[in-house]
């Protein structure tokens, strides 16, 4: 606690520091300078990472986009490794890490696209006015090759060496394997062995935001049962009042009692209802038979939460339960809950790092950065790293519009802006930032 409280009052004094002699003018001038010399290679390197699909599911592509990536990362001295995903049925992640002294940098990206092997959207394509189209060309391929053009301007300029650098990329961000706890786990190791974690999403696409917190995102599953039984005999004693019936009041409690809690937001997306219920995971669709002067005997909703913080998704999860279990006459219910994305909470340290980041721009002439509506920012692997470290923010890729979509337009504009400013932000970190060392 006593540390806690010591490197809070440090990251205060971090801001009137970056903006004294702790850091050269004509050091940040010249990692710009690197950063546009590189920039040719750099948009070879996002086409051809985009051309290449990776579609969650597509293991031998997400995995080439990985080996791609690690011919770029071993050069610059880092120590990559491919880790299997065989156990929660995906390709697998990339991991790479550099350094043993400074402040541990975590930089999160992704290898997996929303667009399978058969799907029409396969290349990348150049358009007027600096915009490029492509499949993952924002999210997050983008991201992940400003990374590289990162850790290689510094390591250009002899200014890798002052942090330590772990980069995870996994290859199910799009499409998490199953259990998270093995999915997951390369990025949580990563997050507590780090200080600060870094992601390299897209965020909302705009250059003028920055994401310091996500909504958590979890799955659930409502399935209620009722006596079967001629329908004019409904609200009996005898039958009591079915399964429609019982699910509509559980459905509407939800939302009495959960609708303005916070940043909650909870939908039930799909719901069969009748004498008989059928329904498959993993195409996403199902049947329901039944009949009009019968009472239903079974019903099965799905449906998700997303929250802020983990207060918001516990007082969920109980209300939601307490609900559940008060039946009306001659039915039964049961809520599954499953697992998901952790929030990230909105801290005063991430806010922190966004306001450095913040002057960067505004010194590069970019303009101010603000903190993205936490409604307009999905969960993304960060979340998984955000409680375990100081600081976190993410949205700090290649901008665009059109994500997971065939209209996925990359403003290319923003490549270069957004590689200067994360680069300046991890030297500027490397100058100031009270880290534990190793």
């Known amino acids: 606690m006593l540390f806690r409280r010591f490197l809070f009052f440090s990251l205060t004094l971090f801001s009137v520091l970056v ?11 010249k990692i710009v300078d690197t950063l546009n010399q590189q920039l040719p290679e750099a948009k070879a390197l996002l086409i051809e990472s985009v051309n290449i699909n990776s579609g969650t599911m597509n293991f031998s592509g997400v995995k080439q986009v990985g080996m791609l990536f690690k011919d770029e990362l071993e050069p610059l001295g880092f120590d990559v490794q491919w880790q299997d995903g065989a156990e ?3 390709a697998g992640h990339l991991v790479a890490s550099y350094g043993s002294k400074g402040p541990k940098i975590l930089m999160i990206g992704h290898l997996d696209t929303v667009f399978a092997k058969t799907d029409s959207f396969q290349s990348y394509q150049s358009l007027a006015n600096n915009k490029a189209a492509g499949p993952g060309v924002t999210d997050m391929k983008g991201g992940d090759v400003i990374i590289i053009e990162v850790m290689r301007a510094l390591k250009t300029l002899g200014l890798l060496d ?4 772990q980069i995870v990329m996994t290859g199910d961000e799009e499409r998490s394997g199953k259990p998270l706890s093995a999915s997951k786990a390369a990025i949580i190791d990563a997050a507590r062995w780090a200080d600060i974690a870094l992601g390299f999403e897209d965020g909302d696409g705009s250059i003028k935001t920055a994401v310091v917190a996500r909504r958590g995102s979890v799955d659930w599953q409502l399935e209620v049962s009722g006596r079967p039984a001629h329908s004019s005999q409904i609200f009996s004693e005898k039958v009591g009042y079915g399964a429609v019936f019982e699910a509509a009041r559980i459905l509407d409690t939800f939302r009495q009692k959960l609708a303005n809690l916070g940043d909650l937001t909870f939908n039930p997306g799909v719901i069969l209802g009748g004498t008989e219920v059928t329904f498959d995971d993993k ?3 199902g049947s329901a038979f039944g009949k009009n002067n019968v009472v239903a005997q079974k019903l099965l909703v799905k449906g998700g939460i997303r929250a802020l913080t983990q207060d918001e998704l516990t007082t969920a999860k109980t209300t939601m339960h307490n609900i559940v279990k008060q039946n009306l006459l001659h039915t039964s219910a049961t809520l599954t809950i499953g697992e998901g994305y952790p929030p990230m909470a909105p801290t005063e340290q991430n806010y922190q790092l966004l306001q450095w980041y913040s002057d960067i721009s505004d010194s590069l002439g970019y303009g101010k950065v603000e903190a993205v509506n936490p409604r307009n920012a999905g969960a993304a692997d960060i979340s998984f790293a955000a409680e375990h470290v ?6 700090l890729g290649l901008m665009g519009s059109g994500g997971h979509t065939k209209n996925e337009i990359a ?3 923003s490549f270069a802006k957004n590689m200067h400013k994360a680069a300046l932000l991890i030297y500027r970190i490397s100058q100031n930032y009270p880290s534990q060392q190793q």
């Open 411 to 413: 403003d290319m504009d």
């Open 19 to 29: 903006n004294a002699a702790q850091v050269s003018p004509r050091i940040e001038a």
């Open 283 to 285: 195409s996403a669709s």
């Open 390 to 395: 100081d600081m976190a923010l993410d949205g």
């Open 88 to 90: 929660f049925g995906r």
């Open 162 to 165: 002052e942090v330590s650098i």
